[in-house]
T-cell receptor
Framework: GAGVSQSPRYKVAKRGQDVALRCDPISGHVSLFWYQQALGQGPEFLTYFQNEAQLDKSGLPSDRFFAERPEGSVSTLKIQRTQQEDSAVYLC??????????????FGEGSRLTVL | DAKTTQPNSMESNEEEPVHLPCNHSTISGTDYIHWYRQLPSQGPEYVIHGLTSNVNNRMASLAIAEDRKSSTLILHRATLRDAAVYYCILRPRVAGGTSYGKLTFGQGTILTVHP
């Protein structure tokens, strides 16, 4: 399809395991965002890429969280040594333009992570 | 980032208009007002945005107060598919290539539509 694709849709991890969540943005979109959404809450910003450059990682909650977008398209969010508080839906969004406060963000359906 | 205030929840009947309010008294002159909605088990989707003038699109209308300290999202005829969480967001100014217009979500308004 032409939308933002995220995988896996559901991931169950044991506490202490590493996980990797993938985002395929819409082709040609320059901007890519990651958000974390806990149950019953609004999405919380994690990090922002403009092409392959990670311009803002101020929302990453700890050094266990790492994101990359090496070729300016697909992005991976990695969580090391998962903890129960990492359980959430991780949302990826892309936008055609950089430096625009009018452009629409297109969100994927999210990856639901449950840490046992 | 400037903050928005929305009611926690609202209810409507199907085929009736819905007015979803948002207060943003600390809005700056170049903040755009964006609305997104999130249906159950889906990612947020764009609804509409505006700066000063009222805006209409196929999904909704956005009415912006003259002083820009509040706005109202208007769904002209609610359907069951409009049941969602609606987020009012101020998207900050983009300047000098260092800003990129981050979307900061609040709690939103849970809209329930009754048949």
């Amino acid at each position: 399809g032409a939308g933002v694709s995220q995988s896996p849709r559901y991931k169950v991890a044991k506490r202490g395991q590493d996980v990797a969540l993938r985002c395929d943005p819409i082709s040609g979109h320059v901007s890519l965002f990651w958000y974390q959404q806990a149950l019953g809450q609004g999405p919380e910003f994690l990090t922002y890429f403009q092409n392959e450059a990670q311009l803002d990682k101020s929302g990453l909650p700890s050094d266990r969280f790492f994101a990359e977008r090496p070729e300016g398209s697909v992005s991976t969010l990695k969580i090391q040594r998962t903890q129960q508080e990492d359980s959430a839906v991780y949302l990826c969004a892309s936008s055609l333009l950089a430096h625009a406060n009018t452009g629409e963000l297109f969100f994927g359906e999210g990856s639901r992570l449950t840490v046992l | 980032d400037a903050k928005t205030t929305q009611p926690n929840s609202m209810e409507s009947n199907e085929e009736e208009p819905v007015h979803l309010p948002c207060n943003h008294s600390t809005i700056s002159g170049t903040d755009y007002i964006h609305w997104y909605r999130q249906l159950p088990s889906q990612g947020p989707e764009y609804v509409i945005h505006g700066l000063t003038s009222n805006v209409n699109n196929r999904m909704a209308s956005l009415a912006i107060a003259e002083d820009r300290k509040s706005s109202t999202l208007i769904l002209h005829r609610a359907t069951l598919r409009d049941a969602a969480v609606y987020y009012c967001i101020l998207r900050p100014r983009v300047a000098g290539g260092t800003s990129y217009g981050k979307l900061t979500f609040g709690q939103g308004t849970i809209l329930t539509v009754h048949p």
